[in-house]
């Protein structure tokens, strides 16, 4: 990995890890549903231009049930569990439980597949558990009213990030961009007809709404660009180092921007689900010319 793609990787975990921080600032005024309908609106918005510059098409009618999947489970579901999550949790608890994804995937791929979990895939998923348990155990902010359902939904969106990239790894060849930008619209359409039964609680500011507007266009889609040129780059393996690093950033924008308190629980605890995940998906950096394959 070149100096190049390492700054791409940083910028983009630092862009995801700040995603939970815009979420905490504007779910509470806007609630979920209105937050998340803005969000991919955004986004979609935003590569529907790259798009056009880009010369990229959508291809509709071949692929309208492939974006349909697709916005549900790595956009519309996950980002409005997270947003309801928001409302209690703070940036930093958001930031480590999404990152239990790939343990998630595991045990998906595991059952999918009904393959036996090896020793390595157990002990990594035993340690995540323990570092959510930890985090949930001690964090204060867990303790409060409602904060139960919101670490289940949390998790819960982590979860369907895996049922996404199950489904990708089986469904129908897609370019890549093509898959944000159509899976993006989808997923407006999909939250939409949620708006009218939950609308926003309060009115939102001019600062509310630029938080907003950076979760879509530079959370989502200039997010989604810079990964898919890290995955051309790198190869997924290598790019999968996002996972890691995200839960880093995510502590750090709510310290710096919320004042967030982080106690020892918190790190030891992000570390530990940081490690479980390492072990779970068998993940070893390749540095070097050549990108790295999975194999």
Known sequence: MNTANFLRLVLLAAIWGSSFLFMRICAPVLGPAVLIEYRVAFAALFLAIVGLFLKKRLDLRANWKHYLMLGLFNSALPFLLFAFAARTLTASVLSVLNAT????????????????????????LLLGTGGVALLVGFDHATSGPGAALAVAAALAAALSYSLASAYARTARSVEPFANAHGSMWAAALLVLP?????????????GIMAAALALGVVCSGIAYILYFKLIDDVGPTSALTVTF??????????VLFLGEAVGWYTAVGAAIVIAGTALVTGFVPRFGAKPARVN
Request: glycine fraction near 12%.
């Open 245 to 254: 690093l995200n839960p880093l950033f995510g502590i750090l924008w709510g």
């Open 101 to 124: 994804a790939p343990m998630w995937g595991a045990l998906i791929g595991a059952a999918w597949s009904r393959q036996r979990i090896s020793g390595r895939v157990a002990a990594g």
């Open 194 to 206: 949620l708006v009218p039964f939950f609308p926003a609680p309060a009115a939102p500011t001019m």
